[in-house]
């Protein structure tokens, strides 16, 4: 299972694969906003990508944007400190599956991150 | 008989060797010499059975000549020979090019150090001691550490310390090359009868046990160690035996067996083995190193640079400043004068006197006596095992600084907790990534907290703080137990018992009568040596573990400095 975190934050991205590793997944990759992702998921080829929405040069909506132009199925969690109602619903409008809200704790994001793979029956 | 004809049998006579491989005629001296003639010795030897192949007709023409010449005198001559059989070849064994080179070095250096061409006063050019000739007695006087030659090698740049008189192979090597026997050509007698030739020998004995042959002769080494190749025999054997000295004659000895010298080891030579070395003689200034066991029947007087390393234990007559590593325990007959020492076992040297130096012992020491009379500063620990004490040491040092980052960490994020009321996007991940450093740091914590438990139960297990004397303690001798340092001002003479009683501090049972040790000595705390006080039952792997497994490497091998920490970086 492959994992792209995409955030500007190092600290965020930290904390994110900390609960990652926690969960069994090994194989993570990291970019620093939107258009750094898009650069690096033709190689890596993710399962999975948790995307924070404010980041620079390339936001997090516009990504899932792009993405979802190009790929329809891969999972997408948005993980940020946007949590208005209308947000939320903007993100899943875009083609985001799940949504996570900062400060979120080790076991929620472990709990989102499992329902979604299972939503999507990708397999860990 | 026709007339005209005439009988010559019993005028010849045949006459054969041993083996009927040569006919010889003989003639009895006769005047009648006719109807002789080379066609009727022929026709003799034919009724004779003798093969037409095997007579030599030039022979009879020659012998026949001979009889009519001279028919009143004797005359034999060989006129019939067979083949003689060609018996086969033995198996031979050819010393393999390197190894024949290596012999022949070692000859060659053994014949010029007769001769006197190598000695160690020429190679060092340093003042005669009386050491010095290998043809003089050993003496037990320890020459000063300054007299020795800085360089171990010659003008030529060659070391002649380094040149092993020996052939040491290492298993897998070639060592000859066999050439198989052959079966040999049959002969054949003078009446036709087949003279079997003998096959070569096979010379199985030739080699033995540690050397395999494959089928294409080339002879390889099973085992590691020393060669002996003799004119009937070639063999290796694990375990090299030296009748005189270690020193030029026998080099500097790195061997992977066992190694026992019968004479004395010198100045700056080496005895490395894999297995146990046992040694008669005096050991000088030199450097033992054993995978396994030390015996000195004898004693070393290292002149402060000898050294001693033993993965397991050391015997010992006496050792005189001697530096030295027992990974097992110790045992020495009668001093251990001047001496570093560090012994991760027991010390049973019930009949020893201890002067000077320092020694340290993991646990229960058995001494004779510690000091002298004439109050040499001796030092002694006990219970300590140093490698893993710095270990708890630098644990120690490492939580001190987790321990202050979690609280800054802390105190941080609470300040901007109580500032902040309504956190923005930033402040919230700020707040995130705090909360992070705090719970990683917290994580390394427990995982170093669990990694000192278990090295003080290590320490706890393969320590014991237990000093036994049968004769005395005198005056300033300097004691360190965990936890404290026990300065003798007063000799203490007689049967005596140090150990840490229950309220961790070290009692005297001083003949059959118990005491604190402060009664007769003085007691300053002291954490040179860590109090082992805590065990956690839960860390059972931990008690399973040996302080020197059967392959000399302990657990402690790997702990010799923080690696061995988790998360202590």
Known sequence: MKILLIDDSKTMRNIQKSVLK??????????????????????????????????????????VTTFRQTDKTTPLIMVTTEAEKSRVIQAIKAGVNNYVVKPFTPDLLSERITETLAKCSVGS | ????????????????????????????????????????????????????????????????????????????????????????????????????????????????????????????????DGTDDPECGHTDDATEPSELPETDSDESGTSHYDQMGFVVVQRGDTIAHKSERSEGVDGCDIFGKTIPAHEGKLNEGFLDESIFVSPDGVCTALISGVLTATDTSISISNHLSIHGDVDFTTGRITFPGSVSVKGSVRDRFFVHALKDIEIDGLVEAADLQSDQSITLHRGMAGKDIGQTNAEQNLTAGYLESVIGTIKGNAAVNSEITNCTLIIRGELHADSAALRGGAVEVSKTARIGSIGSVQGVKTEVRIGTLPDVEKLIRNADELLKQIERKIEIETSKKERMDKAITKPTPQQIEE????????????????????????????????????????????????????????????????????????????????LGKSMPLSERARIIPDDRILKAEFIDPDLEVIEQIEPVSQDGQGPLDDMDDGSALPNAA
């Not at chain 2, 005209?4 to 041993?18: A, C, F, M, V």
């Not at chain 2, 095997?54 to 067979?82: C, M, N, Q, W, Y």
């Not at chain 2, 995130?432 to 427990?446: A, C, P, T, V, Y």
């Open chain 2, 1 to 128: 008989m026709e007339r005209g004809e005439h009988d010559i049998d019993h005028l010849l006579k045949l006459s054969t060797d041993s083996s009927n491989i040569e006919g010889t005629l003989i003639w009895e001296p006769s005047e009648s010499v006719s109807g002789i003639s080379s066609l009727a010795l022929q026709g003799y030897l034919a009724g004779r059975n003798v093969r037409d192949s095997a007579i030599d007709s030039d022979a009879l023409e020659t012998f026949s000549k001979a009889i009519h010449a001279e028919p009143l005198v004797a005359h034999e001559l060989v006129v019939a020979r067979g083949t003689p059989p060609i018996h086969g070849d033995s198996a031979t064994y050819t010393i393999d090019p390197c190894i024949a080179a290596q012999i022949e070095r070692i000859s060659a250096r053994a014949d010029a150090i007769k001769a006197g061409n190598i000695t160690r006063s020429m190679i060092e050019q340093t003042p005669d």
């Open chain 1, 22 to 63: 926690q969960l069994g997944y090994t194989e993570i990759e990291e970019a620093c906003d939107g258009q750094d992702a898009l650069s690096k998921i033709g190689a890596f080829k993710p399962d999975l990508c948790l995307v924070d929405w404010n980041m620079p040069i390339m936001d997090g909506l516009t990504f």
């Open chain 2, 431 to 510: 707040l995130m990534g705090l909360q992070f450093e705090i719970d990683e740091l917290q994580s390394r914590k427990n995982d170093l907290d669990t990694s000192r438990d278990i090295l003080l139960n290590l320490l706890s297990i393969h320590t014991q703080a237990k000093l036994e004397i049968t004769k005395a303690i005198y005056a300033k001798t300097v004691l360190y137990f965990p936890g404290y340092r026990c300065e003798f001002s007063n000799d203490l003479i007689g049967e005596s018992v140090i150990t840490i009683g229950s309220n961790s501090k070290p009692t005297l049972n001083y």
